[in-house]
């Protein structure tokens, strides 16, 4: 059974915190992470994310990114990614 994590709009310092701490209650578990809602991506932010893609990466687990914001994917465009970058490569959804 998969655990859902809704991002939050600003993807910004203050909540680069609060999301790695909630990213790694969920360590050990197939997650789908939803972005519909976020409409900001800074570094911090995608830092995070893209720790958790590859920690999931490392333990065999499925990290899935649902429904990605407008927003968010010219934002992470900007950066050379696609929301793809943010899913597990293993990932079987």
Do not use: N, Y
């Amino acid at each position: 059974m998969s655990a859902e994590l809704a991002l939050p709009a600003r993807l910004d310092l203050p909540a680069a915190k609060p999301l790695a701490e909630d990213i790694i209650a969920l360590r050990g578990k197939d997650i789908r992470v939803v972005a519909s809602d976020v409409t900001h991506l800074g570094t911090p932010g995608l830092q995070v994310l893209l720790a958790a893609v590859r920690s999931w990466e490392a333990d065999g687990k499925t990290l899935s990114f649902s429904d990605p914001s407008d927003s968010l994917t010219e934002q992470l465009a900007l950066c050379g990614l696609s929301p793809e970058a943010l899913s597990t490569s293993t990932q079987e959804v």
